[in-house]
């Protein structure tokens, strides 16, 4: 009977697997919307002939893909359930999840409206098909990861590590990458930031006036020892040069130490130097590069912390201090990552060390110095340059883009009264024109200021609103952060135009010798973009997908204590989707981490696998000795 039962099984894991590769291969060859559906419909033939003209109007002469991908998927079906062996139930939410998210890129793309799902019978069809076909994509790839970061074996074992070779060895790799973008790429605001550090325009709260300080500083520094603006800036970027090798290479020096996997160390060793996002933005004057450096330094500081057994020596303490009032004072949002996680720090110390004073000491400490350091050095730094203090719209984009949506699509229905509300606060006559699914920008441009009354009957109409519209609120979220794990979707933009101005006078200028280099280091980048596999790690939504799939690996472990070093990543993803915008630099602290942090995973569940070994060793010989007395 076992026999029977077990062949079964496999006969209909192998039909699901064929389905499955079906699916796959179509989701990922065909058009989602077939243009002459009505035309195909309208024919006079069986329903079935009509439903195959137009699976064959979707691959749209692609036929010959869609055969050779399937075979090629099969193949990787087979080998993948071969080598898992996988319990069917393990990681279904997530694959789920990522599959619905990910075919939400064609209504939003062609139409931004859910409703494109279903509008038709065929497309019904369709979307049960792709949405199938992405599952099964994401749950055998996820499993597949998982069972070979549980499986790994080649760890080095006791091998003693140089930490300054190994910040030698990066420096080096790394150099040619920020001489290239001599003095120093800008973005907009970066050249906005260099105006108000050099006093030129007035400072405000739009960027982190710690940054844009710290840029005018060196940026003078350079002008009066050197008379040359641009000197000052190659001082900045070799600041930060240097404080991203000291930070990325402690990272790489701890896995060592550690004794991690060769061949995970060698990928996360690949992943440090050829990585768009990290090689491509060293030499670039970005607030956003100097932050995630100092939130992965964080992390790590979280990472000692637990492998400590949660407790703070005196150098972990000064650690998380430092890094975490760094993190705050190079982004705005630095503090909502922050606060939170010190915070869970200093629960988990007094839980775990309740009578022992010296750490409930250190703990407080890490609690209360980053606050008031931070505080301290913003309120210097606003009563000094005269800091104009920005509004609180910043941290309304999400309720302010529900109502814009709510407005263009319900304007009829909406009394006068809540009309009136809501032009107080936002300007109702434009509101609907300002409207855009992925930018809240324009709609928070109307916002008239704060008034506490105003705000408090807006936010009745808000939640009013909702329970009237729920699927108006649930698409204008969607329709701005689809993105985030959207495969499809590749955002890419480098930086290499060093030259600054103001009123027409020039600050800093480029040199035609480093920007001809710099462009085939430009086409570098793009063509790691292109390449199979390896697109994947300059590509943002791949690294939110990783944080989620690593995420459901911590919990299946029960590494719960890797939810306090997850705390200040996935409270940056809050901030990702509660934002006004969606862009990549964003997500700089998952490109950073993850890396790390899956080869510690990977060490943390060798450390359990032995020691469970061991304890059942143990046990088994004094139940031996029990036996023989």
């Given at each position: 009977m076992n026999k029977i039962w077990k062949t079964f099984y496999m006969k209909r894991r192998q039909m699901i697997l064929i389905f499955g590769a079906i699916c796959s291969a179509y989701a990922l060859t065909a058009e989602f919307f077939v243009s002459d559906f009505a035309d195909i419909m309208q024919q006079e033939q069986l329903y079935l002939y009509k439903v195959m003209g137009c699976i064959n109007s979707a691959l749209n002469g692609k036929e010959v893909n869609f055969s050779i991908l399937t075979i090629g998927i099969l193949f990787m079906y087979f080998a993948g359930w071969k080598y898992c062996s996988f319990d069917r139930s393990k990681f279904v939410i997530v694959a789920c999840f990522l599959s619905v998210v990910t075919i939400l890129y064609y209504p939003y793309t062609f139409g931004n409206s859910l409703s494109l799902l279903f509008h038709t019978e065929f497309q019904v069809f369709q979307t049960i098909i792709f949405?199938?076909?992405?599952?099964?994509?994401f749950h055998i790839s996820i499993n597949v990861l998982y069972v070979y970061i549980e499986r790994i074996k080649d760890f080095d074992e006791n091998k003693e590590v140089c930490f300054w070779k190994i910040i030698l060895k990066l420096a080096l790799l790394w150099f040619p990458h920020v001489i290239v973008k001599f003095p120093g790429a800008f973005c907009p605001d970066s050249r906005g930031q260099l105006r108000q550090g050099l006093g030129l325009t007035p400072f405000n709260a739009h960027h982190p006036p710690f940054h844009s300080w710290l840029l005018g500083v060196c940026a003078s520094f350079g002008n009066k020892l050197f008379h040359s603006y641009n000197i000052g800036v190659f001082v900045f970027i070799?600041?930060?040069y240097l404080i991203m090798?000291?930070?990325?290479g402690h990272a790489l020096y701890y896995l060592e130490k550690k004794g991690g996997s060769k061949s995970l160390k060698h990928i996360i060793w690949m992943i440090y130097c050829i990585c768009p996002f990290i090689i491509g933005y060293i030499g670039v004057v970005l607030k956003d590069i100097l932050y995630s450096t100092f939130c992965f330094a964080f992390i790590q500081f979280l990472v000692i912390f637990i492998d400590n057994k949660k407790n703070l020596t005196i150098a972990n303490s000064v650690g998380l201090i430092i890094s975490s009032v760094l993190a705050i004072l190079t982004r705005n949002n630095g503090k909502e990552v922050i606060y939170p996680t010190v915070l869970?720090?200093?629960?988990?110390?007094?839980?775990?060390?309740?009578?022992?004073?010296?750490?409930?000491?250190?703990?407080?400490?890490v609690f209360v110095l980053p606050i008031i350091i931070s505080f301290s050095c913003s309120k210097v730094l606003e009563v000094c340059y005269d800091?104009?203090?920005g509004g609180i719209q910043e941290a309304l984009s999400f309720p302010f883009q529900q109502t814009a949506r709510t407005v263009l699509e319900h304007s009829d229905e909406l009394p006068e009264e809540e009309k009136e509300i809501i032009d107080r606060v936002l300007r109702y006559d434009t509101l609907a024109e300002r409207y855009r699914p992925d930018l809240s920008d324009p709609v928070k441009g109307g916002y008239t200021g704060w008034d506490k009354s105003n705000m408090i009957q807006y936010a009745k109409v808000w939640v009013?609103?909702?329970?009237?519209?729920?699927m108006t609120y649930c698409e204008a979220t969607l329709s701005q952060n689809y993105y985030i794990f959207c495969l499809f979707i590749n955002k890419q933009g480098y930086y290499h135009d060093s030259k600054a101005e103001y009123m027409n006078q020039v600050i800093t200028f480029e040199y035609a010798f480093w920007d001809k280099i710099d462009r085939l280091f430009e086409m570098f980048y793009k063509a790691i973009?292109?390449?199979?596999?390896?697109?994947?790690?300059?590509?943002?939504?791949f690294w939110c997908i990783m944080l989620l799939v690593f995420s459901s690996f911590v919990w299946i472990k029960k590494e719960y204590d890797f939810l306090i070093i997850l705390c200040p990543l996935w409270l940056t993803m809050i901030c990702i989707v509660l934002g006004p915008v969606y862009a990549p630099r964003y997500t700089y602290p998952f490109t950073y981490s993850l890396p790390f942090l899956i080869g510690y995973f990977s060490i943390r569940?060798?450390?359990?696998?032995?020691?469970?070994?061991?304890?059942?060793?143990?046990?088994?010989?004094?139940?031996?000795?029990?036996?023989?007395?």
């Open positions: 949405l199938f076909g992405f599952f099964e994509l070799l600041i930060q090798v000291l930070v990325f869970l720090i200093l629960v988990a110390v007094i839980y775990k060390n309740k009578k022992n004073v010296v750490q409930l000491i250190r703990a407080c400490m800091i104009q203090k009013n609103q909702f329970f009237r519209y729920p973009n292109k390449l199979p596999v390896l697109n994947l790690i300059s590509n943002a939504s569940v060798k450390e359990v696998s032995c020691a469970k070994k061991l304890k059942y060793n143990n046990e088994w010989r004094m139940n031996d000795e029990e036996l023989w007395r």
